[in-house]
């Protein structure tokens, strides 16, 4: 765990902040590149048999690269599609909404609105975002690689965290039922809130949220994990992203609005309510070590 002095509190009072651990190392090719509001975001094929360009999907994840502001220590650095680079930075977790029109369109039925929806309701479908999370790896540093197979020692997938549990949740595989948990980063490059503070004169800051898998409730080394929330862990792992794919009912059932149950019950044909569905990824570390703290 990291610490560092920071002033807070009254005048002349100096506050010692512990900072837990949030380091990541990732290389790969990059596959897309696009801008937001000033940020540069890359996506990374990233390999999951430790080489250093992956060609095959099947052995491949994908990550989120940010770069804030698009530059690395106040320098635009040069990247294009096709490039092999690494990628060392801090986990962080990305809200946005998804609109109805976009997870349609990732369906390739974008003729739903056009068929199914009554034209008295078409301005409230339209209306309709879903909420959506996932991880985002921020860049602190980029560095291009030479294409090929992985040098002896070269890291392509590697996530260092510490945080306290704040959900925990199942999720069924066959047989085996695999446990998820969320915890909270409170990381150097947590904000502090102006409008708040903490206790004993220390900044009020919001954490990260990074979700940790333990595949049947166990390490990668085939340990068993038993963790409560509220309990602090640390976890050496690697990056995964869990595909699964939601059919259109399910995604606006999870809205949990009942003006939009309303809406499904007009639907013309509502077969296709079930029929629609679209892919989504789900950026996680998956967990090869795990401390839990008492």
């Not at 959506?132 to 040098?151: D, H, T």
């Not at 409008?195 to 004169?201: E, L, Q, R």
């Not at 929330?229 to 059932?253: C, H, M, S």
Request: charged residues 30%; positive net charge.
């Amino acid at each position: 765990m990291k610490k560092k002095t920071s002033n807070g509190g009254a005048a002349g009072v100096r506050v010692n902040e512990q900072f837990d651990l949030n380091a990541a190392t990732v290389a790969g090719t990059i596959v897309k590149l696009w801008g937001r509001n000033r940020d540069v975001f890359l996506r990374l094929r990233v390999s999951l048999r430790g080489d250093v360009q992956e060609t095959e999907d099947v052995y491949a994840c994908y990550v989120t690269i940010r770069i804030p502001d698009g530059t690395i220590g106040g320098k635009l650095v040069t990247l294009q599609p096709g490039i092999v680079v690494r990628v060392d930075g801090y986990i962080t977790h990305a809200n946005y909404e998804e609109t109805l029109r976009r997870f349609l369109n990732v369906a390739g039925r974008d003729d739903f609105f056009d068929k199914h929806i009554p034209p008295e309701d078409l301005d409230a479908w339209r209306a309709i975002q879903f909420r959506r999370q996932n991880a985002v790896l921020n860049a602190l540093k980029i560095e291009p690689l030479a294409a090929g197979k992985k040098s002896q020692g070269e890291i392509v997938n590697l996530a260092d965290l510490e945080g306290i549990v704040a959900k925990k949740w199942e999720y069924p595989r066959g047989k085996a039922v695999d446990q998820f948990v969320r915890i909270a980063v409170y990381d150097e490059y947590t904000p502090a809130r102006d409008d708040k503070k903490g206790n004993f004169g220390k900044p009020y800051r919001q954490p990260h949220y990074v979700n940790v898998l333990f595949p049947d409730g166990k390490t990668v080394e085939g340990i068993e994990v038993k963790v409560k929330t509220k309990q602090r862990i640390r976890v050496r792992g690697e990056f995964r992203d869990q595909g699964r794919r939601v059919t259109l009912r399910d995604a606006l059932v999870s809205l949990g609005s009942s003006d939009v149950i309303d809406m499904m019950g007009r639907v013309i044909n509502p077969e296709a309510l079930d029929e629609i569905s679209a892919q989504q990824e789900s950026l996680h570390v998956l967990a090869n070590a795990v401390i839990v703290y008492n």
